[in-house]
């Protein structure tokens, strides 16, 4: 599966931004979508996932109650909504997907992740 990763642009603190990934292969449901980051001269870093079901979800703790994680499997797609936004959150924003079996589980893990998408940059002004 290919990702496609879009929507990042410029937003001042505490605007929101939506992004959405969308995935090039129709089994888009057997896959556990997920969110990370890098920000300038950091590591990159999990923001959040979402399982097969689209209901169980996990989400770092600098973006919980912020960032909400969906995906439309009929279109094949995954969405990072991310609210009150801090300068801190400037990065560029990867999507990701690995193939799971059951459809609770998510993981944080960036190794575990087999595809990635091209990454769009997310840049909050002060």
């Known amino acids: 599966v290919q990702l496609q990763a879009s929507g990042g642009g410029l937003v001042q603190t505490g605007g929101s931004l939506r992004i959405s990934c969308t995935a090039s292969?129709?089994?888009?449901?057997?896959?556990?979508m997920g969110w990370f980051r890098q920000a300038p001269g950091k590591e990159r870093e999990f923001v959040a996932s979402i399982g097969r079901n689209g209901i169980v979800t996990d989400y770092a703790d600098s973006v919980k109650g912020r960032f909400t994680i969906t995906r439309t499997d009929a279109d094949s797609t995954a969405y990072l909504q991310m609210n009150s936004l801090e300068p801190e959150d400037t990065a560029v924003y990867y999507c990701a997907a690995v193939y799971e079996r059951y459809p609770q589980i998510t993981s944080r893990d960036t190794n575990d992740h087999e595809r990635w998408g091209q990454g769009t940059l997310v840049t909050v002004s002060s």
């Open positions: 292969r129709s089994s888009f449901n057997t896959y556990v």
